[in-house]
C-alpha cells in the first residue's frame, strides 16, 4: 500500500479547469488499476490532495434540486459567478476567494475501502483544525460536513463536503469557511436544507482575515496523522 500523498496549491484557479485536471488524475489512477488487474501485476497507485481557490461559482451534485439555486443566469453574472452541474454527491454548494478547497483524491485501496469511514475521517481532520482556534466543529446528524452549535437555533455551517468515488478512487472533497463573502449564499438554499445559516472562521474569531496558509498546514497535519500518510 502507498501511503505517500502529493500536495498541490492551485492557488486561485478556475473550477472548470480544476475539475478537469481532478478528472485527469482520477482516471490515471484508475487506469493503473484497471491495468494491474488486468496484467496480475501490483504498481503502486498514486495519491494527490489539491488546495485550491476558486473564483465565484456554484456548483450542483448529481443529487441535487436546482431550485436550490435561488437566482438566473443574469444575476448570476452581476454578481460575477458561474454554476456547473457535477458529478459529485450532495446538493448545492459555492466556492468562492477567501475559502479553502480541498481536493484529496486518494486509492483508498491505500488506506481503507470504506466511503463512510472517509468521509468521517474528513471531518475530523476539520474538526481538529478548528479547535486549534478556539472553534469547536461538531458533526450534524444526516447533514455531512462540520457545523457549530448543532441542535440549536444559532446551528450554522462552516464547512461542506461532498465526494465521488469510482474503484476506491476519490476525488472532490470540501470547501471551508475561512475568509469568504458569506452574502453569495445568500443566492442559494445551502446545501439544500432550509433554515440553516453559514459561517467562516474569521467571523467566529471577529477577525479580519486568518492567513489561509496557516489554516491549510493544520490541516494537513490532522489528515497525515488520520491517514497514517506520508506527505510529499
Known amino acids: ?18 475539475w478537469d485536471y481532478q478528472e485527469q488524475l482520477f482516471q490515471e489512477i484508475v487506469d493503473l488499476k484497471i491495468r494491474n488487474r488486468r ?18 461559482v456554484y456548483t450542483l451534485g448529481k443529487s441535487g434540486d436546482m431550485t436550490n439555486l435561488l437566482v438566473g443566469e443574469t444575476q448570476l453574472k452581476a454578481k460575477g459567478a458561474t ?13 468562492g476567494p477567501g475559502q479553502i478547497v480541498g481536493y484529496p483524491i486518494l486509492d483508498l485501496d491505500n488506506f481503507f475501502t470504506d466511503i463512510h469511514k472517509y468521509l468521517r475521517l474528513l471531518e475530523e481532520m476539520v474538526i ?24 440549536t437555533p ?7 463536503m461532498g465526494v465521488r468515488a469510482s474503484r476506491w478512487v476519490t476525488m472532490h472533497g470540501f470547501a471551508l469557511n475561512v ?11 445551502p446545501c439544500g436544507i432550509k433554515g440553516k ?9 471577529g477577525r479580519n482575515e486568518i492567513p489561509l496558509g496557516e489554516v491549510q498546514e493544520k490541516l494537513l ?7 497514517e500518510a506520508d506527505l510529499r
Not at 1 to 18: A, F, H, P, R, S
Not at 83 to 92: L, Q, S, T
Not at 154 to 160: M, S, T, Y
Not at 197 to 205: A, P
Open 128 to 151: 481538529l483544525t478548528l479547535a486549534e482556534y478556539g472553534v469547536k466543529g461538531e458533526r450534524s446528524k444526516g447533514e455531512t460536513g462540520v457545523w457549530l452549535d448543532v441542535g
Open 1 to 18: 500500500m502507498n501511503k505517500k500523498v502529493g500536495i498541490q496549491d492551485l492557488g486561485l484557479k478556475d473550477y472548470k479547469d480544476c
Open 39 to 56: 496484467e496480475g501485476v501490483a504498481s503502486e497507485t498514486p495519491n494527490h490532495f489539491l488546495f485550491v481557490e476558486h473564483p465565484h
Open 179 to 189: 475568509n469568504t463573502d458569506l452574502s453569495y449564499f445568500d443566492l442559494m438554499i
Open 154 to 160: 444559532l446551528a450554522r455551517k462552516i464547512c461542506a
Open 83 to 95: 454554476f456547473y452541474k457535477i458529478n459529485r454527491g450532495g446538493d448545492i454548494t459555492y466556492h
Open 197 to 205: 445559516g453559514v459561517t467562516s472562521l474569521n467571523l467566529e474569531l
Open 221 to 227: 497535519l490532522h489528515f497525515a496523522k488520520l491517514f
